[in-house]
């Protein structure tokens, strides 16, 4: 493929055709000779605007310097004493929207592919050997980290960077929060994700699954025992249409179909025996980063059709680009300004179709966006699975066992916006418990501000 100057230097990437079958990752990243190409197309600018757009600062001129002279090693050591999780952001973080969009070279031409960039970098690890760290000289004190997502192993990976002894807690029996039961291997395959969590636990974090905090384990017992306490569970409660039928056989929450094919390796079928059923057509209702996630998966799972819809327009989708393009490209129908309205389904209580109604576009809501509004006009989907996802909220759990935390009425933890510190004193929160559903590198800048409220706390630097 040529390579232009004024464009990104394209991703190679499985074949569409191929790859709508195959949980494989569709994105391949770059070899050394195109990185460094991609590199030198950064203008090394006196004020780098795209590091400001980046909420855990990466040093991204630095970076794109490095490696365009080739110090891999280096370029990564960089970007790891800010990010723990590299591999990870270079492959799902909305660049577009953030440090990308922010980039002096968009102005007139594509801007820097800085994502492909760190996930080379990250990559180049994986497949040349991990590189060293330094720790300090370890502290006493014990920090506790309730949730192992991006905003969880960032607060520990900093705090163990800073010396102290730091566990974390996960309820569910493999660690990664959304990066493991949500965001499926052809995006972020779990290899990836193992290795990461391995490079933290070599540092000396140390993870325990299987622990409910507010059930297994008290707040109160934790705080008897860890000078601090971060709370990063996420908003992992799914929200429904509430509509008639939703509660037929064949109907998913995203959170349960993705949980099915990613954490209990249903995509692995039938070497791991947990079959998820996509039947012949499965439409999903939503046009997230979820919902795309879901509708492709429904395809890799082997639905002849899969549908989205979408109660306002492509304009209002909040999905990344990169997502959506990949959806269409691997023939993804998407039928805009149409909403369910009904389930229905056959004699043994499968679900059989949807009754969906048209929407127009009103004046705007409280997000901002073009409120969607009923046209009246209706008409019916057949569909053997439907998916809903439509958003989620903070798991209540801690909360309702803890009742001196106070929340927000959506149940968001309410936190000081500079330490995040909540209600409780030495109990601390980011990340999707306390913005609500967000992304990945946004949970990992609140673990990062917490790590630092906590040092300063206990060690008063
Ligand atoms: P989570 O990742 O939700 O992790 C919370 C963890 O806490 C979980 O492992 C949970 O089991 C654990 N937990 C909860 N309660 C307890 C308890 N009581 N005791 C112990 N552990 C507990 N963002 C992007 O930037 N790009 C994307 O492409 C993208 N795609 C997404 C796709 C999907 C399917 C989903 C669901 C989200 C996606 N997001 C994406 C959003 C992003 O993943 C989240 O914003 C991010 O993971 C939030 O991180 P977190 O650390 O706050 O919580
Ligand atoms: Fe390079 Fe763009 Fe950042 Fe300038 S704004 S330093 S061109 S990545």
Redesign the pocket.
Known sequence: MPIKPSRKTPMPMLDPVERRRLFQEVNQGYDAPRARFEATRCLECQSPACEQGCPVLVPIRKMSRLIAEGQFEDALRAVKEVNSLPAVCGR???QESQCEKHCHLGKRFRPVGIGFLERFLADWEIENGRIREELPEPRPEKVAI???????LTCAGDLVRLGYRVKV????HE?????????PEF?LPNRVLDFEIEGLKRLGVEIECN?????TVTLDELLGEYAAVFL?????LPSFLKIPGENLTGVYS??EF?TRVNLMRGYRFPEYDTPVRAGRRTVVVGAG??AM?SVRSALRLGADEAVIVYRRTIKEMTA?VE?YEHAVEEGVEFNWLTTPIRVYGDERGWVKGIELERMKLGEPDASGRARPVPTGETFTMECDTFVVAIG?SP?P??AAYTPELKTQSWGGLIVNEETGETSKERVYA????VTG???????AGG?KKVAAAIHKRISGE
Not at 146 to 152: A, E, F, I, L, T
Not at 169 to 172: H, I, M, P, Q, V
Not at 211 to 215: C, K
Request: proline content about 3%; charged content about 15%; some cysteine.
């Open positions: 799902v973080c909305p309730v949730g192992s997502g991006p905003s969880g807690f996960e309820a569910l660690a990664g929060g959304v990066l493991r039961y949500g965001i995006r622990v409910v905090v507010g059930r990063g569970t996420g908003a992992g995203s959170n993705l980063n979820v996630d990344r997502e989620t798991n759990l801690i980011a990340g999707d418990i559903s967000a992304t990945v590198i946004e949970a673990g």
